[in-house]
């Protein structure tokens, strides 16, 4: 086999054909991925004012979620939170600027998704081997909700959508179960309104608990 290679036999499985991308094309529909570069600031406080004084949420989860780096609070004092698929982040949304040192001391507020961010993804809590999801409207609605019930949730997705296209959260679905996950129920919260769901490959069955 040695000798055969040696004369240019090829062994190993390869295309037909490769797509090479000339260097001086620019090529309108490459999708770059996503990459962040996060300059954080030396203090941690905005982040426990915004989060657990203003919404209420466990200090323990917002210290977890800090030290794991899913929130993150940048040098302009933004809440930064970190989209993750699979151990990877592939977006991200920033909602709150509370002080723009670079614009004189500017204090206001914004909500931004990140460029390159996977469409229609969104922040996102696994816990446990998760067998539900809940989707939510907002970062702050999953971290409440997840707040009070910090003692009885387990085996779960907790998903806050960018977009809430329902195409967007039949795609989350399939992501999450082509991850491993095996998702027997869904449900939305959407404000003061949830919307549960039994979901089997076979059927939906709803009902609205207000």
């Known amino acids: 086999m040695k000798s055969e290679r040696a004369k240019g036999l090829i062994t190993e499985k390869v295309p037909l054909a490769a797509k090479q991308l000339e260097p001086d094309f620019v090529y309108g529909q490459k999708k770059e991925e996503f990459t962040y570069y996060i300059q954080d600031s030396d203090s941690k406080m905005k982040i426990k004012e915004q989060l ?3 919404f209420g949420i466990h200090p323990s989860i917002v210290g977890a979620l800090v030290q794991k780096g899913m929130i993150r609070q940048d040098v302009n004092d933004r809440i930064i939170y970190l989209w993750n698929q699979s151990g990877t982040v592939v977006g991200g949304q920033i909602r709150g600027t509370f002080q723009d040192k670079k614009a004189f001391g500017r204090v206001g507020y914004e909500q931004k998704i990140m460029d390159l961010s996977l469409e229609g993804y969104g922040f996102n809590i696994t816990l446990g081997k998760p067998n539900k999801i809940t989707f939510f409207q907002t ?3 999953l971290l409440s909700y997840w707040s009070l019930n910090v003692d009885q949730l387990k085996d779960t ?7 809430a296209n329902p195409e967007y959260v039949a795609n989350n679905i399939n992501i999450k179960l082509a991850s491993g996950a095996k998702i027997e129920k869904l449900k939305c919260v959407l404000g003061t309104i949830k919307v549960e769901c039994n979901y089997s490959m076979m059927s939906l069955s709803w009902r609205i608990l207000i």
């Open 52 to 54: 657990v004084d203003r």
């Open 139 to 141: 970062p702050e609605d």
């Open 157 to 163: 997705i907790l998903f806050s959508l960018s977009d």
